[in-house]
């Protein structure tokens, strides 16, 4: 008789947490003890907190062996297994939780910002200048000024930058500096001049080069195929300059709870993560995106390139980019923006190319991952997946044999199904009503960043109009209509801080509580803390893995300040990370004296 696998698995994890101590045979590297433990066990997107699970959604120790949890249970049984070279954490009574997965960051980009000209937050234009000047001082000559952050939205005056304004305090040096979103970005004239880019430089397809009065570019280029002209000429980052980046960036996010992302950074950046792992340097595990747009055997090569079982570091989906950003008026909207009358924004493909792209990467074995922030990119996403996902049950080697099983299949528990194509879209910001529904009939994954509501809130009303607003960061109504909601950052457009997210999910406020956007759309603390754990777990196919504190998961733990589950939803703003688990691995300590090994 065979036993289906995750009939099987279910079994063993079972076995592991009722079986006697004593029979447990390798002794345990560390043993956390005294604290409050959330395993995870009943957290799920359903509002269901009594559903039956074999393992206790709390305990107060667990054990660690060889990077995996060895065993739950109270402090008593725990403590039994402990051998002479054993290391003991007592957690004083702290609040642990699985380690936080991130879902879309850009970790490379975001330790470059930091050390470069980082304009995160800057209050005004005055205030980017004079960033900007302090950084060129003492430059050397021909040196370009890179960085990024900037938010015209937070300004009173609300006025993009130009080159003249940069052109002021550059000292002649070329200049390139990416608005936070990283869809827009504005350059000075010894940058333009540098990419020849002039009044009669046309708009590239999918993207746009502003003009003033007279024709002459302001400054300000909007998504890839503009910035890149730019691009282009920027003298590419040294081997050091890459890993102080990316040691930078995975040092802030060890330092938030975060034990793994998946990430959009460069190739090269990806080889450098391959090289600190190598060297025993690596402590964030990380799912690399590939680029979509690559041709199909270079993505094969690549991926092939790396183990696809290493749990510390691997390739997964293909990123692709349906359009850009509401911030930057670029996403693509069905509609005209309510603020902007004559723009809908710029998608990038049409559909026909699309669906060619996609269902041959999708025949190919990739999970593909869309970029779609307005509701006409999410649309033409959501029909390249569809079609992307009937080529490839044709083609994969189990394919479902008849329209009944099709049917079948739409309802059936998602681990049972023969073909697991897990497809996502990134952002899925705004939607076209009917659109929830067809998420879940094509078990679309909805890869969505909670904190950008928090900056958001402040004008996406007036770009979007009331109809389309009751729509928008809609992640309730994603979990009602049965969808997989993944939470995540998009690191470094916003803080790679999990409690700003979780803040923004509970209350759909702003960081003072005093404005309120579309309360319908809450969700409750247990729905929250799933959607940054076990879901982008799911969403990156390591579900059986990580996610959860049950015997033979990954030992990536996040002990706090706060038990998440019972404070005031303001306070979860305030919370501060006590230790970071990575494969049982101490790899952050947070203030003195509050938790230690």
């Known amino acids: 008789m065979s036993i289906p696998r995750s009939t099987a698995l279910k079994f063993a994890l079972l076995l592991a947490t009722t079986i006697p101590l004593a029979a447990q045979t390798l002794p345990p590297d560390t043993i956390l003890f005294h604290g409050n433990i959330l395993t995870g066990a009943h957290l799920r997107p359903d509002p269901d907190p009594d559903a039956p699970s074999p393992t206790p959604a709390r305990v107060t120790a667990l054990a660690i062996q060889n990077g995996r949890i060895l065993a739950i249970g109270s402090d008593q049984q725990i403590l039994q297994l402990k051998a002479p070279g054993t290391q003991l954490i007592d957690l004083h009574g ?144 040294s081997a050091q300059d890459r890993r102080q980046a990316l040691e930078t960036s995975i040092a802030d996010a060890l330092a938030h709870g975060v034990t793994s992302v998946q990430d959009n950074s460069d190739w090269d950046d990806f080889l450098t993560l391959v090289t600190m792992e190598h060297t025993g340097q690596l402590k964030l595990r990380v799912s690399e995106w590939l680029d979509f747009t690559l041709p199909l055997d270079v993505l094969k090569s690549r991926r092939a390139s790396h183990p696809a079982n290493d749990p510390l570091l691997h390739l997964g989906m293909l990123k692709g980019f349906m359009d850009g950003s509401l911030g930057s008026r670029t996403a693509a909207l069905e509609e005209p923006y309510a603020d902007d009358p004559a723009n809908s924004g710029i998608p990038r493909y049409d559909q026909e190319k699309l669906n060619l792209l996609a269902s041959q990467r999708a025949a190919a074995g990739f999970q593909l991952g869309f970029h779609a922030i307005g509701d006409r990119a999410s649309a033409i996403a959501l029909n390249a997946l569809t079609a992307a996902e009937q080529v490839a049950t044709s083609t994969r080697p189990i394919v479902l044999s008849s329209e009944a099983e099709r049917q079948a299949a739409l309802t059936a528990p998602l681990d049972s199904l023969p073909l697991d194509t897990r497809f996502r879209i990134e952002h899925a910001q705004v939607l076209l009503p009917g659109d929830f529904t067809r998420f879940h009939e094509e078990r679309i994954i909805a890869s969505m960043q909670p904190s950008h509501l928090l900056t958001d809130m402040n004008w996406a009303a007036a770009r979007l109009g009331p109809e389309r607003a009751a729509h928008a960061y809609a992640w309730k109504s994603f979990l009602d209509h049965g969808v997989t909601l993944a939470f995540g950052t998009d690191y470094p457009v916003e803080s790679i801080s999990p409690f700003r997210g979780l803040y923004a999910a509970v209350t759909r406020q702003n960081e003072s509580g005093t404005a309120t956007f579309h309360p319908e759309q809450r969700l409750t603390i247990q729905q929250a803390i799933y959607a940054y754990t076990q879901a982008p777990a799911y969403a990156d196919f390591s579900e059986k893995l990580k996610g959860r504190l049950e015997p033979g998961f990954l030992a990536d733990i996040a002990v706090l300040d706060r038990d998440l589950t019972a404070v005031a939803p303001r306070e979860i703003l305030a919370t501060h990370v006590l230790l970071t688990l990575v494969n049982g691995v101490v790899v952050f300590t947070g203030p003195p004296n509050s938790v230690s090994p």
């Open 94 to 237: 702290a609040f642990a939780l699985p380690g936080f997965n991130d879902a879309h960051t850009h970790i490379a980009y975001a330790g470059k910002q930091k050390l470069s000209i980082d304009l995160d937050h800057t209050p005004s234009l005055a205030a980017m200048l004079n960033a900007i000047q302090i950084y060129a001082t003492g430059k050397r000559p021909g040196a370009w000024l890179l960085g990024g952050g900037w938010d015209h939205t937070l300004w009173a005056a609300k006025q993009l930058p130009t080159r003249q304004d940069l052109d002021r305090v550059t000292a002649g040096h070329p200049a390139f500096l990416w608005r936070t979103d990283g869809h827009m970005a504005v350059a000075n004239s010894a940058a333009l001049a540098a990419a020849n880019i002039t009044d009669q430089t046309p708009d590239p397809p999918g993207a746009k080069i502003d003009r003033d009065a007279t024709g002459l570019p302001t400054g300000i280029l909007r998504e890839s195929a503009a910035t890149s002209l730019i691009q282009s000429r920027i003298p590419p980052p």
